[in-house]
């Protein structure tokens, strides 16, 4: 499961509160990326990282930030939920061009986000 | 940005047919990657395949970079095959996703 662990599994917030999610990682890869799924939409890209302190934006990166101060974790923050921002946020990881043979990417379990 | 579409949206099968889904990009990839995702909401990486053709027990894939399209094909399917497939491509590290072939398999 290339040791990956979203928290939490399940949120329910109100509109305006800030929410962190976090996505952990135990094999020293380096790329980690946010996703979130909606119907009708696929995956979207909202943030990634290339390494410590690294970051840029995805495709729908608008109300949300993220953090990466260490090489396992990787926080993905709404500073102020709204509804549209409900959804399923998925953490991925790759080792692009840094592993031999491991350029795949893969995914945590996802969090349900829910903003009431 | 690159545009991934994917074909066709919907696909029911019956167990033991086989199938071929399509996935095309707008631009030039260096990078393209196939996953199913399970009822269950899990993603699994099924191929790493920029180009050429690669096989994996009943599933295989085919790039065709210059073309700027992938197939991936379902033999002798199985109920446990359902699920959303997706495509998913891009430069270097960055991957941008299509928005999913729904596959159901009826026993």
């Known amino acids: 499961d290339a040791g990956i662990t979203q928290s939490p599994r399940h949120k329910v917030t109100e509109t305006g509160t800030p929410v962190t999610l976090r996505c952990h990682q135990t094999?020293?890869?380096?790329?980690m990326y946010w996703y979130r799924q909606d119907p009708g939409h696929g995956l979207r890209l909202i943030h990634y990282?290339?390494?410590?302190?690294?970051?840029d934006k995805g495709e729908v990166s608008d109300g949300y930030s993220v953090s990466r101060s260490k090489t396992e974790d990787f926080l993905l923050t709404l500073e102020s939920a709204t509804s549209s921002q409900t959804s399923v946020y998925f953490c991925?990881?790759?080792?692009?061009?840094?592993?031999?043979?491991?350029?795949?990417?893969?995914f945590g379990s996802g969090t349900q986000l829910s903003v009431l | 940005g690159i545009q991934v579409e994917q074909s066709p949206p919907d696909l029911i099968l019956q167990e033991g047919a086989n199938s071929t889904l399509r996935c095309n990009f707008s631009?030039?990839?260096?990078?393209l990657q196939w996953f199913h995702q399970n009822p269950w909401g899990q993603l699994i990486n099924l191929f790493y395949?920029?180009?050429g053709t690669k096989q994996n027990g009943r599933l295989s894939a085919t790039t065709v970079a210059t073309e700027r399209y992938s197939l991936l094909y379902i033999s002798s399917s199985q109920t446990t095959d359902s699920g959303v497939y997706f495509c998913?491509?891009?430069?270097?590290?960055?991957?941008?996703f299509g928005t999913g072939t729904r596959l159901k398999v009826l026993a």
């Open positions: 991925a990881i790759s080792d692009y061009k840094t592993a031999p043979f491991n350029e795949k990417l893969f």
């Open positions: 094999e020293n890869h380096r790329y």
């Open positions: 990282s290339y390494g410590v302190k690294d970051t």
């Open positions: 631009d030039s990839v260096n990078n």
């Open positions: 395949i920029p180009s």
């Open positions: 998913a491509g891009g430069w270097s590290y960055k991957y941008i």
